[in-house]
């Protein structure tokens, strides 16, 4: 199995050239004509000339770096079995071994509102096959019938169906890939894909008034950087992120269920369809999630905004450090905001910049891609619809952590508050 000897020490940025002294080449993602290139300046690379499932230790060191400095790496024409993929992931972590969001046999994952989309690989349990239509005789499963999730069954509001026939859509939900109760969120997310359907390029409506869109291929994954959500918010917002945390409902999954998002992906409304905790599945105050609004990353020491707007509850923020200006801060003596629509309309407030057309890179998917993203780094979304005819098969694989996520230092407090 591959495996990692020992944790990266580096508090700096990684020379890429590092990797083309063992064969293979690292290039920038083709980004496309609406992405501000400013912003991408270390996000995304491609690896050529080294196989991911066959990799050396130390191959796999400088992978495991790179990853870390660039959030996403791609690896075109790749064969790669659920077994390697599984390895592939468990390096990155190799105390973790159980699937992100739990084992998908329990009360709480049937009612969930990813349950739907998962389908097990037999012989290699950590390995979800995800995609549209029906596929047969797939890596041990007979027959799997598979539906690419929509904004038509979440969203408050849909995009007309005379319209989806012209090719409008949203994104179906920002995210985190994180259990967000009992788990810890996985370092690491690897997204193959094996059957890859093709179409025209669709248009994203972003429809909350400013008129954005985003023409994207089709059934693209939307990536936006955390790093890149700390970095365009004002003085006073990053005052505030760098001293809170947020508190997540228990099973946010379940309780999210019956609610309905808003039309850009990036959270829920605030119209109390949320599942009343006392209906949910068994559980435990110790095993909610209160995690930082903004995590470090272990290799760069940059701090990520890593918030999955849909499953919070509440917010705590810290007071301002002794000495800190109070000239214009927000919330200097502290706060602990437990009004649901407060709290997301101030995630909100601070999320939504970092989705802007300008700041997302929606993949181009080819059959025999596998993406390894940095999901402690950035939010991702599902995007587009199908047509029951058009059949895609991928397989995802992450694993709960065994850790959790670090938060700021008392000298980035300092820094920021």
């Given at each position: 199995?591959?495996?990692?000897?020992?944790?990266?020490?580096t508090?700096?940025?990684?020379?890429?050239t590092?990797?083309?002294h063992?064969?293979?080449?690292?290039?920038?993602?083709?980004?496309?004509?609406?992405?501000?290139a400013?912003?991408?300046?270390?996000f995304g690379r491609e690896?050529k000339g080294?196989?991911?499932?066959?990799?050396?230790?130390?191959q796999?060191?400088?992978?495991?770096?790179?990853?870390y400095?660039?959030?996403?790496?791609?690896?075109?024409?790749?064969?790669?079995?659920?077994?390697?993929?599984?390895?592939?992931?468990?390096?990155?972590?190799?105390?973790?071994?159980?699937y992100?969001?739990?084992?998908?046999?329990?009360?709480?994952?049937?009612?969930?509102?990813?349950?739907?989309?998962?389908?097990?690989?037999?012989?290699v349990?950590?390995?979800?096959?995800i995609g549209?239509?029906t596929?047969?005789?797939?890596e041990?499963?007979?027959?799997?019938?598979l539906?690419?999730?929509?904004?038509?069954?979440f969203?408050?509001?849909?995009?007309?169906?005379e319209?989806?026939?012209?090719?409008?859509?949203?994104?179906?939900?920002?995210?985190?890939?994180?259990?967000?109760?009992?788990?810890?969120?996985?370092?690491v997310?690897?997204?193959?894909?094996?059957?890859?359907?093709?179409?025209?390029h669709?248009?994203?409506?972003y429809?909350d008034?400013?008129?954005?869109?985003?023409?994207?291929?089709?059934?693209?994954t939307a990536f936006?950087?955390?790093r890149?959500?700390?970095?365009?918010?004002?003085?006073?917002?990053?005052?505030?992120?760098?001293?809170a945390?947020?508190k997540?409902n228990?099973h946010?999954?379940?309780?999210?269920?019956?609610?309905?998002?808003?039309?850009?992906?990036?959270g829920i409304?605030?119209?109390g369809?949320?599942?009343p905790?006392?209906?949910l599945?068994?559980?435990e105050?110790?095993?909610?999630?209160?995690?930082p609004?903004?995590?470090?990353?272990?290799?760069?020491?940059?701090?990520?905004?890593?918030?999955h707007p849909?499953?919070v509850?509440?917010?705590?923020i810290?007071?301002?450090?002794?000495?800190?200006s109070r000239?214009?801060?927000?919330?200097?003596?502290?706060a602990h905001?437990?009004?649901l629509?407060?709290v997301r309309?101030?995630?909100?407030k601070m999320?939504?910049?970092?989705?802007?057309?300008?700041?997302?890179y929606?993949?181009d998917?080819?059959?025999?891609?596998?993406?390894?993203f940095h999901?402690?780094?950035?939010?991702?979304?599902?995007?587009?619809?199908?047509?029951?005819?058009?059949?895609?098969?991928?397989h995802?694989?992450?694993?709960?952590?065994?850790?959790?996520?670090?938060?700021?230092?008392?000298?980035?407090?300092?820094?920021?508050?």
């Amino acid at each position: 199995m591959l495996s990692i000897r020992s944790p990266p020490s580096t508090a700096h940025p990684i020379d890429d050239t590092l990797a083309l002294h063992h064969g293979h080449r690292i290039d920038p993602l083709p980004l496309p004509p609406s992405a501000d290139a400013s912003k991408f300046n270390e996000f995304g690379r491609e690896v050529k000339g080294v196989h991911p499932g066959e990799m050396s230790d130390e191959q796999l060191k400088e992978i495991h770096d790179l990853l870390y400095k660039h959030s996403v790496l791609l690896f075109r024409d790749v064969e790669l079995t659920p077994e390697q993929q599984y390895a592939l992931t468990k390096a990155f972590d190799p105390s973790s071994e159980n699937y992100g969001h739990g084992n998908n046999k329990t009360e709480a994952d049937k009612k969930s509102i990813l349950h739907p989309d998962l389908k097990t690989i037999p012989r290699v349990p950590q390995v979800q096959l995800i995609g549209n239509g029906t596929v047969y005789n797939h890596e041990g499963l007979a027959e799997a019938k598979l539906k690419h999730p929509s904004h038509i069954t979440f969203h408050k509001t849909r995009v007309s169906e005379e319209d989806t026939e012209k090719g409008f859509t949203r994104f179906y939900r920002w995210h985190i890939d994180a259990a967000l109760y009992n788990l810890s969120p996985p370092r690491v997310t690897t997204l193959y894909g094996k059957i890859v359907p093709k179409g025209p390029h669709q248009t994203v409506r972003y429809d909350d008034g400013t008129g954005d869109e985003l023409e994207v291929p089709l059934g693209t994954t939307a990536f936006v950087s955390g790093r890149t959500m700390f970095n365009l918010l004002p003085p006073e917002l990053k005052s505030v992120v760098v001293r809170a945390r947020v508190k997540y409902n228990p099973h946010p999954y379940v309780w999210m269920a019956p609610a309905h998002a808003l039309p850009t992906g990036l959270g829920i409304m605030s119209e109390g369809l949320e599942m009343p905790n006392d209906d949910l599945p068994p559980w435990e105050e110790a095993k909610i999630k209160v995690y930082p609004i903004l995590w470090k990353n272990p290799v760069t020491g940059e701090l990520h905004f890593q918030v999955h707007p849909c499953g919070v509850r509440e917010l705590f923020i810290d007071p301002l450090p002794a000495g800190a200006s109070r000239d214009g801060a927000l919330y200097p003596d502290g706060a602990h905001l437990t009004d649901l629509k407060e709290v997301r309309d101030l995630l909100y407030k601070m999320q939504r910049p970092a989705i802007a057309p300008s700041m997302v890179y929606p993949h181009d998917w080819r059959e025999n891609d596998l993406v390894l993203f940095h999901n402690r780094g950035v939010l991702h979304s599902v995007v587009g619809a199908f047509k029951p005819d058009q059949v895609r098969a991928f397989h995802q694989c992450n694993l709960a952590a065994s850790d959790e996520p670090v938060g700021p230092t008392a000298e980035d407090v300092a820094q920021y508050a």
